[in-house]
């Protein structure tokens, strides 16, 4: 596998239901990002990790979860998500750098429906 | 703090004819920008990026950008469109946990 990798790639899930998504990168980087994309609106940053420390939390609510075991792997756990949330959610990886600019790269985004 | 705007929603155009969508950012020093596509039910491609020296960047695709400090704008574009551009075009400012994404452009391609 090469790039950012995503599972699953669509899910289901009902209000109380207790799920997660999965993102994998095979780049080397240390930096990880979860997006929100909601239809008609920019991406929102949802959370950022770097060398495995939580770095950012843009005001989520606590419904969702993020998890990152080490500098390739991050998770984001879902419960009593409201159907609002649904929308695709994007992982990316970038190799950050002190004082010099990094780009991110994108996974292929998991689809949730919220029922 | 800085912003993306990309002022056209959705545009199209027809198969071989020249292609450009503009992006406006708003920042304060010498931005870093960049420009995704994404397919529908994809993640987003980087298509080039700028952050420094020539103001003119080359990308995949057969698509360019240009860097105009004076106008703040970074506009991609392409010589002749292929029925395969249809897609989102995302102009972004920034890097690392300031990124910032404009709203997108939508291409559909005429045949």
């Known amino acids: 596998e090469t790039g950012v990798t995503q599972t699953p790639r669509h899910l289901v899930m009902g209000m109380t239901n207790k799920k997660s998504l999965k993102c994998e990168q095979h780049?080397?980087?240390?930096?990880m990002y979860w997006y929100k994309q909601s239809a008609k609106k920019p991406l929102e940053l949802m959370f950022v990790?770097?060398?495995?420390?939580?770095?950012e939390n843009n005001s989520v609510p606590s419904r969702f979860s993020p998890e990152c075991p080490n500098s390739s792997h991050l998770f984001l756990h879902l419960h009593t998500l409201q159907p609002e949330d649904s929308a695709l959610y994007l992982c990316?990886?970038?190799?950050?750098?002190?004082?010099?600019?990094?780009?991110?790269?994108f996974g292929p985004g998991t689809r949730l429906t919220v029922l | 703090a800085q912003s993306v705007t990309q002022p056209d929603i959705h545009i199209t155009v027809s198969e071989g004819a020249s292609l450009e969508l503009r992006c406006n950012y708003s920042y304060g020093a010498t931005p870093y920008l960049f420009w995704y596509v994404q397919s529908p039910g994809q993640g987003l491609q980087l298509l080039l990026k700028?952050?420094?020296?020539?103001?003119l960047v080359q990308g995949i695709k057969g698509f360019e950008a240009e860097f105009k400090r004076s106008q703040s704008s970074f506009n991609l574009r392409k010589p002749s469109v292929h029925w395969s551009d249809a897609a989102e075009y995302f102009c972004a400012v920034g890097g690392g946990n300031d990124m910032r994404f404009g709203a997108g452009t939508r291409l559909t391609v005429k045949p």
């Open positions: 990316a990886s970038s190799q950050d750098r002190d004082f010099a600019p990094d780009t991110q790269y």
């Open positions: 780049l080397g980087h240390n930096a």
């Open positions: 700028y952050f420094s020296g020539d103001t």
């Open positions: 990790y770097n060398f495995k420390e939580q770095t």
